[in-house]
């Protein structure tokens, strides 16, 4: 492996723990705002983090273009349209996850809200993709998993907050599917800083209309979950994903960034002594194999195949 391929994969490793942890600072915080305050606080903050990145960006590229005059054009009417359709993903998906963690623990809200890797190459058989072998296994061995992580054995035990973020996984699954087919033709991160701000909007609005109580002592108690989930999670690990990727190698980006789910788990019982039995660690195995197994093919090509240095 060379030095950059690498320095890559450092990277994402980072991103994958940022974001992982990230679950603990959404449970964290919502000890003293609500989830939609919390929410709209953290995804404004998101957004306003990643124009300095997107003003850096623009001028290397006018730059590159041959000067200001020349940067590469966009349309203003189809990034509004485009950030309001995937804010409003955004929204559904966020929202459901947030109040999920109110019932669950951050380790399960890690790992079952990455169902959606195994959905979207699921859901993609609706837009005409294929899906092969792997990915049905995945399913398998992934359902398995959010049986005994949810359930511990007892079907009648099941956790409303994990039925709760297994439906946001749903909404993260469309919203993957609407980035994929909106960044052909948008910039990514002017892209990501329009959602986000529409999200926050969003919260914001339901959580005056749901009058969830705010004072300036409770901002100030939040105040580190709510940075850390604006500025780490969203502004520090977006860029650091987005310049990983790169120069990292597909097979290593796959599996790095399915690791998510175990930093969650991990931050859950190092932080907030959240219990980690027999049943949910193999909840955790088993849904993290499924993980594996739908990405597959690429994993395949890119260890069988030329890969980097």
């Given at each position: 492996?060379?030095?950059?391929?690498?320095?890559?994969?450092?990277?994402?490793?980072?991103?994958?723990?940022?974001?992982?942890?990230?679950?603990?600072?959404?449970?964290?915080?919502?000890?003293?705002?609500?989830?939609?305050?919390?929410?709209?606080?953290?995804?404004?903050?998101?957004?306003?983090?990643?124009?300095?990145?997107?003003?850096?960006?623009?001028?290397?590229?006018?730059?590159?273009?041959?000067?200001?005059?020349?940067?590469?054009?966009?349309?203003?009417?189809?990034?509004?349209?485009?950030?309001?359709?995937?804010?409003?993903?955004?929204?559904?998906?966020?929202?459901?996850?947030?109040?999920?963690?109110?019932?669950?623990?951050?380790?399960?809200?890690?790992?079952?809200?990455?169902?959606?890797?195994?959905?979207?190459?699921?859901?993609?058989?609706?837009?005409?993709?294929?899906?092969?072998?792997?990915?049905?296994?995945?399913?398998?061995?992934?359902?398995?998993?959010?049986?005994?992580?949810?359930?511990?054995?007892?079907?009648?035990?099941?956790?409303?907050?994990?039925?709760?973020?297994?439906?946001?996984?749903?909404?993260?699954?469309?919203?993957?599917?609407?980035?994929?087919?909106?960044?052909?033709?948008?910039?990514?991160?002017?892209?990501?800083?329009?959602?986000?701000?529409?999200?926050?909007?969003?919260?914001?609005?339901?959580?005056?209309?749901?009058?969830?109580?705010?004072?300036?002592?409770?901002?100030?108690?939040?105040?580190?979950?709510?940075?850390?989930?604006?500025?780490?999670?969203?502004?520090?690990?977006?860029?650091?994903?987005?310049?990983?990727?790169?120069?990292?190698?597909?097979?290593?980006?796959?599996?790095?960034?399915?690791?998510?789910g175990v930093f969650a788990a991990i931050g859950g019982v190092l932080i907030l002594s959240e219990?980690?039995?027999?049943?949910?660690?193999?909840?955790?195995?088993?849904?993290?194999?499924?993980?594996?197994?739908?990405?597959?093919?690429?994993?395949?090509?890119?260890?069988?195949?030329?890969?980097?240095?």
């Open positions: 492996m060379n030095k950059r391929a690498l320095r890559a994969d450092i990277l994402l490793l980072l991103t994958s723990c940022i974001w992982g942890f990230a679950f603990v600072a959404q449970r964290t915080g919502m000890e003293y705002v609500g989830p939609f305050t919390f929410n709209g606080i953290r995804f404004l903050l998101g957004s306003l983090s990643l124009l300095p990145l997107i003003f850096v960006l623009r001028r290397k590229s006018a730059a590159k273009a041959g000067g200001e005059g020349q940067q590469p054009a966009f349309s203003p009417k189809q990034l509004i349209l485009s950030s309001v359709m995937a804010g409003i993903c955004l929204f559904i998906a966020a929202s459901l996850q947030q109040v999920g963690l109110i019932y669950t623990t951050a380790g399960h809200s890690g790992f079952i809200t990455g169902l959606y890797v195994v959905l979207v190459p699921i859901f993609g058989i609706f837009l005409g993709r294929k899906t092969g072998i792997p990915t049905w296994v995945g399913a398998v061995f992934t359902l398995m998993g959010l049986y005994f992580l949810s359930a511990a054995g007892n079907l009648g035990s099941i956790n409303p907050g994990d039925i709760v973020t297994a439906i946001s996984a749903f909404f993260w699954t469309i919203h993957v599917l609407l980035i994929d087919a909106m960044v052909k033709k948008i910039d990514p991160l002017m892209l990501s800083s329009g959602q986000f701000a529409c999200c926050g909007i969003l919260s914001c609005i339901v959580a005056l209309v749901r009058m969830e109580p705010l004072s300036a002592a409770a901002l100030m108690g939040g105040l580190i979950p709510i940075l850390y989930g604006g500025f780490g999670s969203v502004g520090v690990a977006y860029t650091l994903q987005v310049v990983a990727q790169k120069d990292a190698p597909p097979a290593h980006a796959s599996i790095i960034l399915c690791l998510e219990p980690l039995g027999p049943w949910t660690l193999l909840g955790f195995i088993l849904m993290f194999c499924g993980m594996l197994a739908t990405q597959w093919d690429v994993i395949f090509r890119g260890f069988s195949g030329k890969a980097r240095g």
